[in-house]
């Protein structure tokens, strides 16, 4: 209604798209849509893949689906989904970085523009990004190559109306562009935005699967890209090199903190491989149990108004 009356305003000519489907189909073409999946309400898998088709959860037998409608007539049946994960896809929005011949220089700028004297002023100049290269060299032989780091952390988007909802975008941070841009709120990629009233805690893992995917295609194989500023295409490959994150985020991403205080020095850093190794016989199920909506440890916590101060309080304390 808004975008009829402004083109009716605007001059003969104008590109303001004339409806809000108009708009919306320009936004898909751009590659800048969503994909919905569906998850279990237990958070123990995504109806993805071989499950798509499913109508239950093969592990907690919870239905996929809130409310099943028929239409008066019997021949359409209306579903309400139990929860959804919105999955925006990072191959396009990885290309689009060197559509601009403006903005693709500066995937370039850690390997052409830096100035190397041994400062430690941006992760390139970091151990870890060092020997990612020299672990990697044919991914390091292209600097347009992104290198990124995930991050994800919880809030509520009613605000102190209901403090115990708590919704999880994954965000990835590029960080071939400069210090001064790399930060910048519209560099980052958004990737997942994780639906819950409750925190996915330990189930992070069955969301982050189309991510990951996509991420072992792009490190693997990477895609045909065209590069803008030198006027030609690459094959554009990426890689996560490490999580921004602080507790509880920092142990939902890699499931290594339960909350205890460490007062011992730090141990020696374990490689890839050795992780790999220790880690290779433990069995992780996923998905919460049906029969407890609530953890028994988690208070919920409730958010008052008093005297124009926001007072947060737990139940129980
Ligand atoms: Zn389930």
């Not at 191959?91 to 190397?116: C, V």
């Not at 994954?170 to 960080?175: A, G, Q, S």
């Not at 069995?283 to 958010?303: E, V």
């Amino acid at each position: 209604m808004l975008l009829e009356l402004l083109h009716d305003v605007l001059p003969e000519g104008s590109s303001l798209p004339k409806n809000f489907n108009v708009a919306k189909n320009m936004v898909k073409c751009l590659g800048l849509g969503y994909i919905n999946i569906h998850a279990c309400d237990n958070d123990c898998i995504l109806f993805r893949k071989e499950r798509e088709k499913k109508n239950v959860c093969p592990k907690c037998n919870t239905s996929r689906w809130k409310s099943e409608k028929k239409s008066p007539n019997g021949k359409r049946v209306h579903r309400v989904r139990m929860k959804v994960l919105r999955y925006f896809p990072v191959k396009k929005r990885f290309q689009r970085y060197f559509m601009s011949s403006k903005i693709a220089p500066d995937a370039r700028w850690h390997d052409e523009e830096l100035i190397k004297d041994g400062l430690l002023r941006h992760p390139v100049d970091a151990p870890f990004w060092k020997d990612f290269d020299s672990s990697y060299l044919d991914f390091a032989f292209d600097s347009r190559n992104l290198r990124l780091a995930v991050a994800s952390d919880g809030f509520s988007p009613f605000r102190t109306f209901n403090s115990t909802y708590s919704i999880w975008p994954v965000i990835l941070v590029p960080y071939n562009l400069p210090p001064w841009k790399c930060m910048k709120q519209t560099n980052f990629i958004l990737s997942l935005v994780i639906p819950s009233p409750r925190a996915p805690g330990a189930d992070m893992d069955v969301y982050l699967e189309p991510l990951v995917d996509d991420m072992v295609d792009m490190f693997v194989k990477g895609i045909r890209t065209y590069d803008a500023s030198k006027d030609e295409c690459f094959q554009l490959r990426a890689a996560i090199l490490c999580s921004i994150s602080y507790p509880p985020g920092l142990g939902y991403l890699h499931e290594l903190f339960d909350g205890t205080e460490e007062h011992r020095s730090a141990p020696v850093p374990l490689t890839g491989e050795e992780i790999l190794e220790l880690t290779a016989n433990i069995h992780t199920s996923f998905g919460k149990d049906p029969t407890t909506k609530k953890p028994a440890n988690q208070i919920p916590i409730t958010c008052c108004k008093k005297n124009g101060l926001q007072l947060k309080d737990r139940k129980g304390d």
